[in-house]
């Protein structure tokens, strides 16, 4: 058992740390208009807007590389992971995959924010509107014709009329520069592959660390993530616990009541609706539920809206009626379905035979023999439901106005909120993970027949 | 496996409602058009409803393209309009908004389900949902069907040490993968950007190509290598691979997952449901790969490999079509489920699919649909019953192959 459990562990942490390196990869780049529009929101003025998005981008990580490691070009410089924004870092990476020469990117780019930055600060002028235009099609050409071409047309913008003088020796630089990347060219570094080392002070490790002492990092609204994650379980929690709990009793009863009687008008009725129930949307239930029984307008039984469950738990226990309602039905029909099949396998089962055969109570036997494997069964399907306990319900506390975790996960996604989303994520893996041990480790106690590690011979 | 029409009479409604639904989305443009079906107009016969993009001229007016006609208004002489003379996207000048199912527009045309918010006919709203929703039903399912019989499949039929290679092909392949994503993918990373779909797809399709000849190539001439280094035999444990990916992806809720997913890439339709599929084969693999594992162990693949065939040929011939029941099952059962999925997400307005069923429902919020019941009820009546017929389908398969699990 001892060496069971130490594999098993193993395999849990490698299975962690495999669903780490996805959740982190997938929220690795998120929409950067996210935290620019927030900042405008929040600041009028040029400055501290930018002082905002620095801020931000400090705080997120951004500024630093991905991860330990990286596979890049030898024309590719090291540090490029400090551009930020990410549309800039790709603009510059094409630049220098194109050109292979790094130095000349980087001082053409270099006068070419220059130049930007003083056409941005000087008075507006419809002619430096154009000219920032052609600056911005230069600066994202892809192909060397294209480059010439660009380069060629802001030239000619920069020399004209409304241009003063000190401006244009600026963008001639800029131009002399742009010139100077085209001629130098050292195309072969491009196809040279090589590992760039980073080392500890990437995002991943940084995130994985700290997730690992309990800070999951802060939300887009500066609130910390692990308080407002406790926060809000402890709203859903309630509701999917006793949700949960009848699920399974009433699904156990109704399963195993169908199973003895297999073949009557009760079992054929029971499974009919068990399997129309299975095919109710959660939404349509949930709105039926609300116009038909919750409606100011007619029938108006139960009172919705959960704002207060922690405080006053007891104070109208008819607002847990048509949620509850909602949350268990689905998980009845799975339960009743699986005991059903698994209690009626039982049945059929020589051992189950002989404890008749032995004079054994109807009730002992179907509860002490029969249902002795839908244990794990039911071990199992609770392993799966945990996932839903903290994603699944987003559908009921968004009808019901629970202000718990599937609300939460509703608005996360809605501002791409990537530190909120991963840490749910990363959290909820690990609960199944675990979730699943348990399972496996009833399922070895409850059926001594079952070998613990493969054999060799064995798939 | 269908031996005749005559067994499959237990589903008989199921599967004339899916099949109403697949004869209604094909149809769609024909059920119900704001343009004629055929028009006479001046001395010609037109068909705008066949094509709606053909400039025509009538009237004297400039040649426009038949679209943007008001064909209710144009002068022509003898006009066949569809079952439904409503638009799909198009605003229909008489219509009015939140009309209760029966009621006419100034056009004195009978709304049968109502209108929307929008001011849309329901039933053509929802006739046009019909191919949004079985698409994410069919690709999705399809999607999760072919990964986990590919999966599956190969996790059971080769194992951890039936799949044996020299040490120098997997040297090759190895390096062919490496150099193959640094120059056909890492290098051209900007190049799958701003493109049409098509070419999208052409391109993706032409460096897959490419990966697999450059990788093939690598491999076949380091498995030529000389010498004991290169010629040592190694077992690729496929099986603790495909397992370890089923273990991740099952302890990653999907839902969250999806959430995630849409929050960064902008809730695309197709993404979405690329994702779907790719989370929910897990379960579909575990089972072909315990069918395939029995079919392994039988007298024929034993026959099979006597006879000297290959490894290839005796999965794809012999192990793999006994997984064939475990794939129809969870073919109509993921049709349903996508659906469901789908709908969920269109209603909490997380995924933008146009106007899928779900997305109706979705578009009025949850105290207007007191007031607006007509809006609620029929798509979801749709929902469920498409999702109905499919679990009906799955449960009647799953039992005819294996009655131990029936009644």
Redesign the interface.
Known sequence: MGKFLRKRLI?LL???L??SL??FA??A???ETLAFDKCHNEFGDNQNEQKCIDKLVAELGFDRPLFYFE?A?LAEPDTLYKVYPFSLR?VL??HA?RSGNWEAVQQWHLSLSAARQALRTSEPNPAYQTLLGAIQTWESS?HAQDFEAYRLRVIELSHGPDIPNSLSSLMANTCEQGKVLLNTRQGWR??V?RIIWHGTSCRYHQWISRMAKGDWGTTLNHLPVRSEIMRMVGNSAPVVCLGLLIAVVLGTWLGVASARR??SAFDRIS?AGV??L???????AG?LL??LLA?P??LHIFPIGFDNIRTHPGENILRWVLPLVVYSYGGIAIVTRLIR?QVL?ALNQDFVRTARAKGLSTQAVVWKHAFRQAWVTLATIVAGLI?AL???S??IE??FTIHGIGEG??K???????SF??A??TL???L??VG?LVADLLYVMVDPRIRLLPTRNE? | MITSLHNLRPIAGSLSWLSLLVVVAILAPVLSNDQPLACHCGETWYFPAFSPNKAITIANEASRPSRDIDWQKAPCASKLWPLLPFGNKSYDAGNQQDQPPLSRNSANRLHLLGTTRSSQDLLTMLIYGTRVSLLVGVFTALLTVSLGVGFGGIAGFFGNDRLRISRGEVIGYGLGLFLSWYYFFYLRFDALENEQAWWLLGELLFRLLATLAFTGGLGWAFGKMPGAFFGKNTALPLDSLVQKMMEVLQSIPSLVLILTVGAISGRNLWIMMLMLGCVSWVGVARLVRADVLRARESAYMEAGEVMGFGGWRLLFWHALPNALNTAWVALAMGIGSAITAESSLAFLGLVNSGNSWGSIFGSISGQEIISLWWVGVFPCLCIFFTVLSCNHISEFFRNRFDPRSGN
């Not at chain 1, 095919?279 to 349509?284: H, N, T």
Request: zero cysteines; aromatic letters at 10%; hydrophobic letters at 50%.
């Open positions: 395999s490698i299975t962690l495999l669903v996805v959740g997938l929220t780049y998120p929409p596979i070009s790709k990476r094409r995959l892809l491009t196809y592959p297999a073949g499974t399997f129309a299975d095919a109710v949307p959660v939404f349509w709105i609300l116009v409606n307008k007619g099949l396998e996932p903290v994603g699944g987003i559908i968004h009808l996960l509703e996360a996604s809605a501002n791409a909120d990537t989303l991963l749910s994520l909820t893996a690990f199944t993970a699943y798939a």
